[in-house]
């Protein structure tokens, strides 16, 4: 029997996940998910993948607001109120998503993360009129997501990672993978032939392979770069010339999934791999 092992929410793109026992399922992702993000002055999306540090800032929802810390410096927090918005719209990039509608939080939440990355940065919310198409190539009814890479939602089996892990000299959590639902019971890479499937009473379909990049090989609690897992999974899960490690899905319907509920499969499809 397949179930929901984990769920996590991650508000501000690229920064500390939180691990929830339930979360509302809303076309642009989990409610909160990554509807918060850190750009450049000129509105450009930054992450890990080039600013390392941004893997020892914390994130923590109340009932409201969100809360930031760097894990150096846990008493200097950041609480930003829900609905507290500067007014001052600016149009954003994420890679070939441009002209996204956000709206800047504050001048004080853009001081305090410029000082915490050491970069000029500033923190933009996407208001829930802002719609920005996930990929067309593989969204079927002209589906939104938030500030994610491309879709709304990331699975991934904790067989998959087991697999993984037997391979590697030192073992990776899975928080290097950054999903959103993690699935127990099944098979390493299982996911691969998933088409359909639905958790309790909600169904998703899975749009494509997600390809991994180096922002895998960042370790979450330290912030240092190295070659794993990537070099690793390459080995056993490339094809033309992309390394695979997990699913990106796309959401039917709308309500609450919670950990502990049943996975089931209605249909398939031929893996990638």
């Known amino acids: 029997m397949l179930t929901v092992h984990e769920l996590r929410i991650y508000p501000i793109k690229s920064l500390g996940g939180i691990s929830v026992t339930e979360a509302e399922v809303e076309g642009k992702g989990f409610r909160y998910d990554r509807r918060w993000m850190l750009v450049t002055p000129q509105g450009q999306f930054i992450t890990q993948r080039t600013h390392h540090q941004m893997a020892l800032i914390d994130v923590a929802l109340t009932e409201r607001s969100v809360r930031v810390w760097h894990r150096h410096r846990p008493d200097d927090v950041l609480e930003m109120p829900f609905g507290e918005l500067s007014g001052e719209h600016l149009p954003v990039t994420v890679w070939d998503s441009h002209g996204i509608d956000a709206v800047v939080v504050s001048e004080t939440a853009d001081r305090w993360f410029t000082a915490a990355v050491g970069v000029p940065c500033r923190l933009v919310y996407m208001p829930e009129a802002s719609e920005r198409p996930a990929d067309t190539t593989y969204a079927c009814y002209g589906e939104v997501v938030s500030f994610a890479d491309g879709f709304p939602y990331l699975l991934i089996s904790q067989a998959s990672l087991d697999e993984l892990n ?52 960042v370790d979450p609690a330290t912030g240092e770069k190295g070659k794993e897992p990537l070099r690793t999974l390459g080995t056993y899960r490339q094809k033309n010339n992309k390394i695979y490690f997990g699913q990106n899905v796309l959401p039917q319907s709308a309500g609450v999934v919670r950990v502990g509920d049943r996975l089931e499969i209605l249909s398939h499809r031929i893996p990638v791999l």
């Not at 959590?173 to 499937?197: S, Y």
């Open 166 to 217: 037997r391979r590697l000299e030192a073992p990776v959590a899975m928080l290097r993978f950054r999903p959103n639902i993690v699935v127990a019971g099944g098979d390493a890479h299982q996911e691969d032939a998933w088409d359909q499937f639905r958790i309790s009473d909600l169904d998703f379909y899975a749009a494509k392979p997600c390809a991994r990049c180096v922002l895998t090989t």
